[in-house]
């Protein structure tokens, strides 16, 4: 998700940049490989895998020794009236979108090249919310910004640093809305109008940047988790209530240095970090994950910033 706005944007131009590694290039390593398969259920006390073959709808099980959970995040899905929409890819209702897969990042790309899509509503100043109004005002669109908390991305940096962002946005060109909340969507066929508790805005286009949560089906019953789901791991990425069973990324806690607790900071760092030191533990070894401080950077507008530890 963090690279989908720069793939957007133009700033990289291939998106097999955006990945790490590929089926092809892991089954060069000796590793089964199954693509387009779905794990519908875990039996923990006997180490089974119900998986199902989307294509075919065939069903099977598989047994494992040791597990790696890898299930990751996805984008939260606000209840606002008119959001949803049966019968789309992901739920929603036409002409509005999510910035977490790949396929949605070409799916953005798409409809940003339509010649009728000019103005275009980001929901959520975070860091994916504030990297796609820069890549969409490169596009030559007219773009608003659309945040409930009352300064573009709170969670990471104080006041001082978030004032000059937003100078900067604003010198941009773009519309910029904070301390304001959507309340509805509007359009028959899709998304024509947002609805806020401030106002109402003409779009032709909406992506939802409201944040992430852990995809915690599969487990939610039966591990630890924090009260949105993460589940909690100990510095080896072992779960606490089994411990053949390990957690890494989206879907799992990581140790914080700065606050010396386990703590949900959803990084592509961390989540590189945690997956090789789970894989180490599955394999016997011992190696411990030193923790975090959370350290991230952006560029907005030419306006370098980063962050590292708490904020104030």
Same mark, same amino acid.
């Given at each position: 998700?963090?690279?989908?706005?720069?793939?957007?944007?133009?700033?990289? %131009?291939?998106?097999?940049?955006?990945?790490?590694?590929?089926?092809?290039?892991?089954?060069?390593?000796? +590793?089964?490989?199954?693509?387009?398969?779905?794990?519908?259920?875990?039996?923990?006390?006997?180490?089974?895998?119900?998986?199902?073959?989307?294509?075919?709808?065939?069903?099977?099980?598989?047994?494992?020794?040791?597990?790696?959970?890898?299930?990751?995040?996805?984008?939260?899905?606000?209840?606002?009236?008119?959001?949803?929409?049966?019968?789309?890819?992901?739920?929603?209702?036409?002409?509005?979108?999510?910035? %977490?897969?790949?396929?949605?990042?070409?799916?953005?790309?798409?409809?940003?090249?339509?010649?009728?899509?000019?103005?275009?509503?980001?929901?959520?100043?975070?860091?994916?919310?504030?990297?796609?109004?820069?890549?969409?005002?490169?596009?030559?669109?007219?773009? +608003?910004?659309?945040?409930?908390?009352?300064?573009?991305?709170?969670?990471?940096?104080?006041?001082?640093?978030?004032?000059?962002?937003?100078?900067?946005?604003?010198?941009?060109?773009?519309?910029?809305?904070?301390?304001?909340?959507?309340?509805?969507?509007?359009?028959?066929?899709?998304?024509?109008?947002?609805?806020?508790?401030?106002?109402?805005?003409?779009?032709?286009?909406?992506?939802?940047?409201?944040?992430?949560?852990?995809?915690?089906?599969?487990? %939610?019953?039966?591990?630890?988790?924090?009260?949105?789901?993460?589940?909690?791991?100990?510095?080896?990425?072992?779960?606490?209530?089994?411990?053949?069973?390990?957690?890494?990324?989206?879907?799992?806690?990581?140790?914080?240095?700065?606050?010396?607790?386990?703590?949900? +900071?959803?990084?592509?760092?961390?989540?590189?970090?945690?997956?090789?030191?789970?894989?180490?533990?599955?394999?016997?070894?011992?190696?411990?994950?030193?923790?975090?401080?959370?350290?991230?950077?952006?560029?907005?507008?030419?306006?370098?910033?980063?962050?590292?530890?708490?904020?104030?």
């Amino acid at each position: 998700a963090c690279g989908i706005a720069l793939w957007v944007g133009g700033v990289v %131009k291939d998106p097999k940049g955006l990945f790490y590694a590929s089926p092809e290039s892991l089954r060069g390593e000796g +590793i089964d490989v199954y693509m387009g398969h779905d794990v519908t259920k875990i039996d923990w006390a006997n180490k089974k895998l119900c998986v199902k073959e989307l294509k075919t709808g065939k069903e099977f099980e598989d047994t494992y020794d040791k597990l790696i959970l890898a299930t990751g995040s996805w984008p939260v899905t606000p209840p606002i009236e008119g959001l949803k929409q049966e019968g789309t890819t992901y739920g929603l209702k036409k002409g509005i979108f999510f910035s %977490k897969l790949y396929q949605q990042g070409q799916e953005i790309i798409d409809e940003i090249a339509k010649p009728d899509v000019k103005k275009v509503m980001v929901v959520g100043a975070g860091y994916i919310g504030v990297e796609l109004i820069e890549a969409f005002k490169n596009h030559g669109k007219e773009v +608003i910004l659309m945040e409930a908390m009352p300064r573009v991305m709170a969670n990471y940096f104080d006041k001082e640093i978030t004032d000059e962002a937003e100078k900067r946005i604003k010198e941009a060109g773009i519309e910029m809305h904070l301390g304001e909340t959507v309340k509805k969507f509007e359009g028959d066929d899709r998304v024509k109008k947002v609805v806020t508790d401030k106002g109402s805005y003409d779009v032709d286009m909406v992506v939802m940047s409201v944040g992430f949560r852990p995809n915690n089906e599969l487990y %939610k019953d039966y591990l630890e988790t924090l009260p949105n789901g993460a589940i909690v791991v100990d510095t080896t990425m072992k779960t606490t209530k089994d411990p053949d069973v390990f957690a890494i990324g989206d879907c799992a806690t990581v140790y914080s240095r700065a606050s010396e607790k386990q703590e949900y +900071i959803a990084l592509a760092t961390n989540a590189v970090r945690m997956g090789i030191v789970a894989a180490n533990n599955a394999l016997g070894k011992h190696v411990e994950y030193c923790g975090t401080q959370g350290s991230n950077a952006i560029c907005v507008f030419g306006y370098n910033m980063a962050s590292t530890g708490w904020s104030e």
